[in-house]
């Protein structure tokens, strides 16, 4: 699996992506059950509210290769301070339609 990851602009100056990271090393959360190794072909935010550059980076990290892109968690969860998105519908709805059946899509990291 080639995964590049979106995650919340408004959360990264507190989280430095470490809980996705060990989700993919330990394959737990969203990529629990995935056998085939994992390779991080991006991570990059959504561009801040409400969430339109997420199509053009989830466009970008698959023209590089990436057959998997996953939303993080503070995107769906909140993680880490308790508040989800509230945009992260829509904004997952945008993307997947852009990208259609070309790849798969995780509604959660961890």
């Given at each position: 699996?080639k995964?590049?990851?979106?995650?919340?602009?408004?959360t990264?100056?507190?989280?430095?992506?470490?809980?996705?990271?060990?989700?993919?090393?330990?394959?737990?959360?969203?990529?629990?059950?995935?056998?085939?190794?994992?390779?991080?072909?991006?991570?990059?935010?959504?561009?801040?509210c409400p969430?339109?550059?997420?199509?053009?980076?989830?466009?970008?990290?698959?023209?590089?290769?990436?057959?998997?892109?996953?939303?993080?968690?503070?995107?769906?969860?909140?993680?880490?301070?308790?508040?989800?998105?509230?945009?992260?519908?829509?904004?997952?709805?945008?993307?997947?339609?852009?990208?259609?059946?070309?790849?798969?899509?995780i509604?959660?990291?961890?």
């Amino acid at each position: 699996m080639k995964v590049g990851i979106i995650r919340c602009m408004q959360t990264e100056d507190y989280c430095p992506g470490s809980g996705d990271f060990a989700a993919i090393r330990n394959k737990k959360g969203g990529f629990a059950g995935v056998e085939e190794e994992i390779q991080i072909l991006g991570f990059a935010n959504c561009g801040g509210c409400p969430g339109k550059k997420a199509v053009l980076r989830a466009r970008e990290m698959v023209k590089r290769g990436a057959d998997t892109i996953a939303f993080a968690s503070c995107i769906s969860l909140g993680n880490p301070v308790g508040f989800p998105c509230p945009y992260a519908d829509k904004l997952k709805e945008i993307v997947k339609k852009d990208l259609g059946d070309k790849v798969q899509f995780i509604d959660s990291t961890h």
